[in-house]
């Protein structure tokens, strides 16, 4: 085990002998999705990330971001923000709903949040970085971790510098994604990075970036030293990652591919959350994109998916699926 303090959320020594988490990957990581991590095995989940500004202004569609189901015995909250302030109000009021930790987004590359100076547009100022999570830390006892990349482009790589105001603010982590801003998801993560930051600091490092296997999470931390793995594209169609790495952290032998059939039992599953939470209407048109991720590789899979996007009820999916299931005799 790591000899760096841990943060609250990672003293049981069951969820830190597999410290992968799930990222809050906007779109996906609702709390249906985030329950299905859980079960499989998600060390920690994190929500989309929530407009601070949204919160403090009691916009009821923001705070249906942060639902949560009882698979979730914790969970993280991801805040976005420029404003120390208003970042610190956010904080005090997403600290009712009892999260194991609040993150602060400092790597979103989409235009629009950068144009409000927030996600990767914190980069540039990384004392302002340190000003939000000091203001934070004052507001509420939930600990505070911080969501970098390495910097705005690759003549600005600043990521030790911004790590090291986040930690001094007070940060209990930080998680890196090896990319630039300019960048955005394209090219390849750079796994130095994380591992000349998991090598210089006293909180621990998360990895992320890259990682789309199993063998990928143990990979990144094998090479890079990381504390732990955050797992973003790599989770959406496949919680199952959870499972194996849970299951080989444990020195359990996995010794089969999975079937149409456990796939779709666990796709229905995740609608079945997905309508208890938005409805049947909302439900399904989301649950569209993650059927195509569910289905994707396997065998007649495409022409499940060009169905799949004229779907509109519990119903219909719920045949697609059977469908997709007898796939596997």
């Known amino acids: 085990m790591s000899t760096k303090k841990m943060p609250p959320f990672l003293l049981d020594e069951k969820k830190w002998s597999a410290p992968y988490f799930l990222a809050p990957v906007a779109g996906y990581s609702d709390v249906a999705f985030r329950s299905i991590c859980a079960e499989m095995g998600a060390a920690l989940c994190y929500t989309e990330m929530v407009s601070a500004e949204a919160l403090v202004r009691n916009h009821a569609k923001t705070k249906e971001l942060l639902a949560r189901d009882s698979a979730e015995t914790h969970y993280a909250i991801q805040l976005f923000g420029a404003n120390p302030a208003t970042l610190a109000k956010a904080a005090e009021i997403v600290s009712a709903f009892q999260p194991a ?12 949040i950068i144009k409000a ?8 100022t990384p004392e302002r970085i340190g000003e939000i999570v000091r203001a934070m830390r004052n507001a509420t006892s939930v600990p505070i971790s911080v969501k ?16 090291g105001m986040a930690i001094e603010a007070g940060a ?29 600091t006293s909180v621990p490092i998360f990895g992320s970036g890259d990682v789309f296997s199993a063998d990928d999470a143990i990979a990144m931390r094998a090479y890079t030293g990381c504390d732990g793995v955050m797992i973003a594209r790599g989770a959406i169609g496949n919680p199952f990652i959870f499972q194996e790495l849970c299951q080989r952290a444990a020195g359990q032998r996995i010794d089969e591919a999975l079937s149409p059939k456990v796939v779709a039992q666990t796709a229905l599953h995740h609608l079945e959350l997905a309508v208890k939470y938005l409805g049947e209407r909302t439900a399904c048109v989301e649950f569209r994109k993650h059927f195509c991720a569910y289905t994707k590789g396997f065998a ?21 699926l059977e469908l997709f299931a007898e796939s596997a005799a």
């Open 117 to 124: 100076g927030a996600g990767s547009a914190l980069l540039k």
């Open 300 to 320: 007649g899979g495409a022409a499940l998916r060009a169905q799949a996007v004229r779907c509109s009820t519990f119903a219909e999916f719920q045949r697609l």
């Open 101 to 112: 930790v609040i993150d602060l987004n400092c790597g979103c590359p989409v235009p629009k």
């Open 148 to 163: 970098i990349r390495t910097g705005w482009d690759e003549k600005s790589i600043n990521y030790l510098e911004t790590a």
């Open 172 to 200: 209990c982590a930080i998680t890196l994604h090896g990319r630039t801003r300019a960048q955005g998801y394209s090219g390849k993560a750079d796994w130095d990075a994380i591992k000349a930051l998991a090598a210089q």
